[in-house]
């Protein structure tokens, strides 16, 4: 733990070329991640660019297919968590990794007890856990299971277990997403502490004013790769957010997508209107309007709010502030039902886990949220099913065998398409669309893109999450940007282009001039 | 706060309450309850339960459930007593050794793999009833009463059966394993959260080896007793002691689901159980119902159901509390 000479510390990490695939499809393609001693290294990229991967490659979770990994100048290879954690490299999970059941204490401990006499000395450990968390100036009952507390406390345990390891280098996964800015402050101080004793941090997020404030490099990751390293003060945050997105900032392209133009004249009264939402820390201030027939873009990094804005306009979860209209009544949904009474329908991000059934027929599925209605007092009615189902095969182009053909055997963008005819049969007024073509392949995608446009023609009102800022940008009729749970932005159609998109997410105001990083 | 706290010592304490109010219901109905005879007879017969209901509170405490306690002790009996001529050494080595044995299938189809518990020992639990039966040749197998085997199940050490001697002593080591080892702590980790343990960095596919090891090991030593203290090897004897196990194991308020437990309120789980059906045979011998060994099993039945969904509800709560 001696301070480096002045000048280049050492090199602590090295990871050159890695690969690594899982069942074929890359994660990682050509990842490298150099990082020095007593640095802390910004880890930045969109969802599903490789950063988790990597990470966990390096920490013995997976095992990586090809590449280096040098650390402290020699072969680095481990195969669990536990022996990189006895190597000197401690991690700490986006999700709380520990065991809420247990004491405060045996989170800390648990992996390096102390003994006394071979056996656990307790109090020693109580005193050890204590020690650890003071210095986050948290004074709370070791003894207590570590569930009773809030989750900024959990997070700071995780990072208390974590330093506890005399450990090298600390990696942290988005350690302030739960966290409110005066924790973020106590973090901070803890990580500028480290940094003075010679240990490297890696430090993963998608807030990128934290990252200004405390990281000294930046490794951007983009589909598997590394595309960019630079020192963070020579990197403006407009470029950061382009490297990420893999954007040239310059260059405008020409429609990439298949909405195509829209004739906006039928589009009519605002349906829905929020103001002010906020629940927590992931949704802070959040208004838009929608209006009928109108497509609305949600745009913005990771973690900005946009998934969890959607959750509480569907009644998922319960905002704390803000107030709701749906066709100019208060709208207050106690959950999802409510929401669906209302004229709404959600086709979430997560198609396997929370929409489609893959075992279930094409027709099960399609029918699945209609059964009271083609039933007849509790028996359903095969001939009004088929009707439904076949009607929605064809106006939606869903390539299947039958309506019997299971849905698992279907293309993603027929599973997509099958989710949305679900909603449909509905007949909704609003339809909440996450990540509509996510997973999808480009064919697909241009199909499910024309059937949302026509479907705003026909008067629905869509509300369209997406990270892909070409789908907002040429598919949206008015674009809401979110940075950090707030609204920041709000850009009608035409006077959209990526440049003001992508400055938004950045700086969080839509002006492109005097902007300063 | 408070509420959880209250909520946990209940879940923690409340069957040493039931004992104790269990107990004095028996002392004062029942004339002979608290005789001499009856208590240590009690500790002998419920010794055997209290091994296997150790090894399974362990295996609980994980997440995991070993199913097949009840087939692995008549195993453990029929080697035992097969070995019995040649001294108790030589006993209780064959009769733990394939109690062992069991327990090492078991731990490899859990941790090597990956199989479910409940699949893994299901499967071991029909085995192991198998190979008593082979072994034994179809019918119980009488023990040596010359080399002194008998002692163990039916022996007092001083006036106390040494049985529950042994008993006592395997809880004393199971609770300072539990509270005072690394291994004890990660055992109730991994119960807790399995994927966060092993990311913590603990050795969760080497624990729950042990854990399964152990069990067997203890179902083994069960076996041993029964053996012992009912002179014969019983191929068929067993069935359904896995249910008193864990009806006993989460009695003593350890979460079925694991990451949550105590070795000692497992004991005072099988207690409770072992006094409550002492407490029907007194209620039989006093005439006034007449409850023939059927209605025992549905009057045992319906307690455990009863016990499962108090806990069921009560942990409910506690996780809601947390």
Known sequence: MTRPPDGPSPLLLDMRDIQKRFAGIPALADASLCVRSGEVHALIGQNGAGKSTLIKVLTGYHRKDAGQVLFEGEPFEVHSPHQAQVNGISTIYQEINLVPLRSVTENICLGREQRRYGLLDWNAMHAEAERLLSRFAIGIDVRRPLGEFNTATQQMVAIARAIGFSARLVIMDEPTSSLDEREVGVLFSVIHQLKAEGVSVIFVSHKLDELYEVCDQVTIMRDGRTVRTAAMKEIGKLELVAAMLGRDVAAVEGHATAFGERDRSRIADVMFSARGLGAGQAVRNVSFDLRRGEIAGFAGLLGAGRTETARLVFGADRPSSGQMTMEGAAYHPDRPADAIAAGMGFCTEDRKGEGIVPEMTVAENLTLALLPKISRNGVLDDSRQREIVERFIRELGIKCSGPNQKVRELSGGNQQKVLLARWLAMNPKLLILDEPTRGIDVGAKGEIQRLIRRLADQGLGVLMISSELEEVIEGADRIFVLRDGVSVTELEAEAANEEKVLTAMAHGTSASSGATT | ?322
């Open chain 2, 1 to 322: 706060m408070n509420r959880a706290r209250l909520v946990r010592i209940i879940g923690t304490y409340g069957v040493l309450i039931a004992l104790a109010a269990l107990i004095l219901f028996g002392f004062l109905r029942y004339d002979r309850f608290l005789s001499f005879y009856n208590v240590m007879s009690l500790l002998r017969y419920n010794s055997m339960f209290a091994l296997v209901a150790l090894g399974m509170c362990f295996v609980i405490m994980t997440g995991g459930i070993d199913l097949s306690v009840g087939s692995v002790a008549a195993l453990g009996s029929v080697a035992s007593a097969l070995a019995s001529p040649y001294g108790i050494v030589p006993g209780l080595a064959a009769g733990i050794g394939a109690g062992l044995a069991a327990g090492l299938i078991n731990a490899t189809l859990v941790t090597r793999a990956n199989l479910m518990p409940f699949i893994a020992t299901l499967a071991t639990m029909q085995a192991a009833s198998g190979s008593a039966l082979l072994l034994a040749g179809n019918q119980t197998v009488s023990v040596s009463y010359e080399s002194g085997f008998t002692a163990i199940g039916q022996g007092n050490f001083w006036t106390f059966p040494i049985p529950a001697a042994i008993a006592v002593v395997a809880y004393l080591i199971g609770s300072l394993v539990l509270n005072y080892t690394g291994t004890g702590r990660a055992v109730l980790a991994i119960g807790g959260g399995e994927d966060a343990s092993r990311l913590m960095g603990l050795r969760t596919d080497r624990v729950k080896f042990l854990v399964y090891v152990a069990s067997g090991g203890l179902a083994g030593l069960a076996g041993v007793i029964l053996a012992s203290q009912f002179g014969a090897g019983q191929p068929i004897e067993g069935v359904g002691w896995e249910l008193f196990a864990i009806a006993a194991v989460v009695v003593g308020g350890t979460l079925l689901t694991g990451g949550s437990g105590s070795v000692v309120t497992t004991l005072a789980g099988v207690l409770l159980l072992g006094i409550l059906f002492n407490v029907l045979n007194f209620e039989n011998g006093m005439g006034w119902i007449s409850l023939s060994a059927y209605w025992q099993s549905v009057i045992r039945g319906l307690f455990l159901l009863v016990v499962v969904l108090l806990q069921a509800r009560l942990t409910r709560r506690r996780l809601n509390a947390l």
